[in-house]
Every structure is written in structure tokens, then in C-alpha cells.
């Protein structure tokens, strides 16, 4: 005998395979749901970690800041202080200094040079005076330039020839001059002999080392 089959299979395959669609794509929805709501924890958990070292930084930055502030305040203070200490330094040595002119002038002044003036401006001095010739004035520029530990730079300003009586038959011819030289502090003075004095040994253990 032959079976005919009248039930509708193509129906009921149809109905399988749209419910087994529909179960993988909810199965895969739910598994897209749980992979996205990982990562989206992830991600908040990195970005809350982020957030706390941000803020940890922003700290210590402000911290650095107060401390950098401090710093900057003393470096301040010292430096106030180091002023006022080479004020102190400088005041007390100006007090000797118009000792130290006399004596320099006195020292480095040729024969045949009279001083007539003599004006000091902070550390410029200005000289009037009158010379023989002018290979006095010469001689002298000389001395103040180079033999002179508290005179330093001097410059001819003017220099003019006059006539002075001596007597009613004693006339002679003058070069009047006037010059600036810069005077040196005795902290000043002192620097460059402290700087020879080390020198000296420096060299001494140099030698020796060689030899």
C-alpha cells in the first residue's frame, strides 16, 4: 500500500527554522548584552582609575606648588639678605676709602704735578691739577693705570697750557689737566690678591704632582 503524506511539512519546516532564527538571534543579543556591559564596566572602571591618579596628581601638584612658592620666597629672603650684607661690607669699607685715595695719590703722583682739586662721586673721582709739561700728565695717567691697586681707569678729560708768575721775572709755562679715575671698594681691591693667594698653592700641588 502507498503512504501519501497530506500533513503540511513544508509549513512546519519553515515555522523550525524561523524558531531556531529567533532563538540564535536572541541567544546572540543576549551575548552581545553581556559582552557590551563588560566592556562598558571595563571602561568605567579604567576611567574612574584614571580619575583617581588625576586626582592624586592634581594634589601633589598643589603641594609642589606651595612648596615651589616657599622656595621662591626664601631664595628671596637670601638674596635680600646677601644684598644687605654687601651693603653693610661696602659701607664699612667707603669709610676707608678717602684714605686709601690720599695715599695712592700721594704714592703714584710724579714730581712736577700738583693736585689744585679734587671731587668724588660715588666711585669716580675727578682731578684738577697743573704739571710742568705734559709728559707729567703722561707719567701720571701711567701710574694711576697701572701701578695703582685702588685706582682703576683713568681718563684725561681737558688738558691746556697756561702761564704762571712765579715772580715778577719768573715766568713759566703749565699744562693744566683735568681727569676721572674709578676707585676701587677695598672688597673690590681685595678680590684679585685672594684670588692669587689661591693661586699660588693650586699651582705649588700642581708642580708637585708632576714631579
Do not use: C
Not at 1 to 18: F, G
Request: aromatic share 4%.
Amino acid at each position: 500500500m502507498i503512504l501519501i503524506n497530506l500533513l503540511p511539512h513544508r509549513e512546519a519546516a519553515r515555522k523550525r527554522r524561523r524558531e531556531t532564527f529567533y532563538a540564535t538571534l536572541g541567544f546572540s543579543a543576549v551575548i552581545g548584552a553581556l559582552i557590551a556591559g563588560g566592556a562598558f564596566l571595563w571602561f568605567q572602571a579604567q576611567i574612574s582609575g584614571q580619575q583617581s591618579k588625576n586626582t592624586l596628581l592634581k594634589t601633589e601638584i598643589t603641594k609642589l606648588e606651595v612648596e615651589i612658592k616657599e622656595i621662591s620666597t626664601l631664595q628671596a629672603e637670601i638674596a635680600a639678605l646677601r644684598a644687605r650684607q654687601q651693603a653693610v661690607e661696602d659701607l664699612q669699607g667707603d669709610r676707608n676709602l678717602p684714605v686709601h685715595l690720599l695715599n695712592e695719590l700721594v704714592r703714584q703722583l710724579p714730581d712736577g704735578v700738583y693736585i689744585t682739586s679734587m671731587k668724588q662721586d660715588n666711585q669716580t673721582v675727578t682731578l684738577q691739577g697743573m704739571a710742568q709739561s705734559n709728559e707729567r700728565v703722561s707719567e701720571l695717567l701711567r701710574n694711576l693705570g697701572n701701578s695703582s691697586p685702588w685706582l682703576v681707569k683713568p681718563e684725561l678729560i681737558e688738558i691746556t697750557s697756561s702761564t704762571v708768575n712765579l715772580s715778577p721775572r719768573d715766568q713759566r709755562r703749565v699744562a693744566n689737566f683735568k681727569m676721572r679715575i674709578g676707585l676701587k671698594r677695598p672688597t673690590d681691591a681685595q678680590k684679585p690678591a685672594a684670588g692669587a693667594a689661591g693661586a699660588k698653592p693650586a699651582a705649588a700641588a700642581a708642580a708637585k704632582a708632576k714631579g
